[in-house]
């Protein structure tokens, strides 16, 4: 970039900047765009308290504003606080996140603002009730016409998100890329991480995602406790945190699985964890694509996916699926089936060759900033 050229600066309004999925994909796009020419920083709901990226992303040379909610905020609070904030730090871009019909309102008050480029992003294909779930349509049907651009992480997210009739010039299907260096699989990384949690000579079953109803938990454990008296040296590795832990907790309690059951928390180091599990169980309610799942494929670690996972992230042989409505023993039949499938090798062709490259993702977001700045 030219001294003279100018700088896009693009603002992403979420939540927080914890451990989710969002904060990861906004993250690794941050790390592989060129901060001469875009510019990412982050407005956040949350209180000025630091999140689990939020020291990273500031190294990384991104500002962070707060709206400090509190909890008993009225909605119209809330929108005021998103108002004057966007009117204080004036971007070239807004970028909203989330599946909420709110994020449509949203989009409004930032064109209200004086924003004249407003980006909403859908990551999923549901809202967390269904009465948003019924309102939705007629918000897209008002304020349809509010966001200047339209993002999806997969084409059944866009299908659910966007307005109907909607344009291939202000529209994108944004693949959630990763690094696919970074999860080819290595044996050396697999021993340490087996070694480092007393995970030698286990069969391990693996889940990686927010501890909520959504990623059905309760399902899981059901699953995990008949693959328990199957095959005694399995465990479950539980990686994330959430609302639900403390109801999952009990539930693992109750069916007298503690010494079997292992709540992880959270980890920046995703790769060593897919390394060190021998399957992946991941069977949420709904996903806009299931990042995790293809994470796990490039780590070519097989994964059983529901039928709430969308088919666009089945993109190799390592990829199995069941409905949800199938009884909880074919699942653990299945998943046990794969303790004698462990042939572990580096191969990312398959999730490169869907388009799951975090750099084809990042190039792609540079060149929607650069034709929305441009216009």
């Given at each position: ?257 503690e010494e079997k059951v292992i709540f992880y928390g959270t980890t920046k180091d995703i790769p060593s964890a ?102």
């Amino acid at each position: 970039m030219t001294k003279a050229s100018k700088q896009i600066r693009v603002l992403h309004v979420l939540g927080k900047l914890g451990s989710g999925g969002v904060e990861k994909l906004l993250v690794s796009l941050l790390e592989n765009i060129d901060r001469d020419i875009v510019c990412f920083d982050f407005l956040l709901a949350s209180k000025n308290i630091k999140g689990f990226y939020d020291d990273y992303v500031t190294e990384l040379g991104s500002k962070i504003y707060y709206m400090n909610f509190e909890e008993n905020d009225s909605k119209i609070t809330r929108k005021r606080r998103l108002y004057s904030a966007l009117k204080k730090y004036p971007y070239d871009i807004v970028h909203f996140h989330g599946t909420d019909p709110a994020i449509y309102l949203n989009a409004l008050i930032a064109r209200l603002a004086g924003v004249k480029n407003v980006i909403i992003h859908a990551h999923s294909i549901t809202s967390w009730s269904s009465f948003r779930i019924h309102i939705l349509p007629l918000i897209k049907s008002f304020f349809g016409w509010a966001p200047t651009y339209f993002l999806a992480c997969s084409p059944e997210a866009a299908e659910y998100m966007w307005p109907k009739n909607t344009k291939a010039s202000n529209s994108c299907v944004l693949l959630n890329g990763i690094d696919l260096n970074a999860y080819a699989f290595s044996q050396e990384k697999r021993k340490i991480f087996r070694k480092q949690n007393g995970l030698e000579n286990k069969f391990v079953i693996g889940h990686i995602g927010r501890l909520s109803k959504l990623k059905n938990h309760e399902f899981l454990i059901k699953v995990f406790s008949e693959i328990a008296k199957k095959i005694p040296n399995s465990v479950l590795l539980l990686i994330g945190e959430g609302e639900e832990k403390l109801y999952i907790q009990n539930m693992v309690s109750d069916l007298k699985l503690e010494e079997k059951v292992i709540f992880y928390g959270t980890t920046k180091d995703i790769p060593s964890a897919l390394m060190g599990m021998d399957v992946m169980c991941f069977p949420s309610l709904k996903e806009g694509v299931g990042i995790v799942a293809i994470e796990a494929q490039a780590a070519s670690l097989p994964v059983v996916a529901s039928d709430g996972v969308p088919d666009s992230a089945n993109v190799s042989k390592y990829f199995y699926k069941l409905n949800l409505s199938a009884p909880v023993n074919d699942w653990a039949d299945l998943i046990c089936s794969l303790s004698e499938k462990n042939e572990r090798i580096a191969d990312t062709k398959d999730v490169e060759e869907s388009g799951y490259d975090i750099k084809n993702s990042a190039k792609k977001i540079m060149e929607i900033y650069r034709s929305m700045s441009n216009s």
